[in-house]
């Protein structure tokens, strides 16, 4: 009985400590920006799910492409029915890492971030900077980087190829919090 009540409290522990080298946030923050000479298109969101792992340097990223806000309701869903396809594709994931995240000798630094981007059921390396900040109860990366529609195999019809630029911008700060 003793054993059992001895690993029951080891298991606690285990899973506790575990959970103290995550951090998490719901309410991180992601946009895109599309600039051309006709226009320019914005859109944010500010329904992203991220976790870090501290030991680790683990970074995923989650978010629902429907949770995107555009300044236009028509734009809304095009965007969602005919280009992101938001029906078949509702998600877009980051899974990857913070580069020598252990080796980091100061607390607010510029990094280097190497992971998958999956979007419209495509997958594509990104490599990208970003500026981190470990705080007492909070790590904070924000950044951006550019992003080819082409390689996610999103479709723009003739009519508007004009409007929407071949590179989109990707700009996102999350603020994780320790995981409980």
């Not at 991180?28 to 992203?48: M, P, R, W, Y």
């Not at 419209?120 to 951006?144: R, V, Y």
Request: proline share 2%; glycine share 4%.
């Amino acid at each position: 009985m003793k054993n059992k009540f001895l690993i029951f409290v080891l298991f606690l522990m285990s899973v506790q400590s575990f959970s103290q080298e995550k951090y998490l946030t719901k309410e991180g923050f992601v946009s895109f920006f599309s600039h051309t000479l006709v226009e320019d298109i914005k859109a944010d969101n500010f329904q992203v799910l991220s976790v870090i792992d501290k030991k680790t340097g683990e970074i995923e990223i989650q978010l629902l492409m429907k949770s995107f806000m555009f300044k236009k309701a028509l734009m809304q869903e095009h965007f969602n029915e005919s280009y992101i396809e938001s029906h078949k594709y509702p998600k877009a994931t980051f899974k990857g890492f913070i580069a020598n995240f252990n080796e980091l000798e100061s607390t607010n630094t510029t990094v280097e971030i190497i992971g998958i981007l999956s979007v419209h059921g495509k997958e594509k390396e990104i490599k990208t900077t970003a500026k981190l900040l470990i705080l007492k109860d909070q790590i904070n990366i924000s950044g951006n980087f550019m992003a080819d529609v082409a390689d996610f195999d999103i479709n723009i019809p003739t009519v508007v190829i004009n409007n929407i630029a071949k590179t989109i911008k990707v700009s996102f700060d999350l603020q994780h919090k320790p995981y409980k």
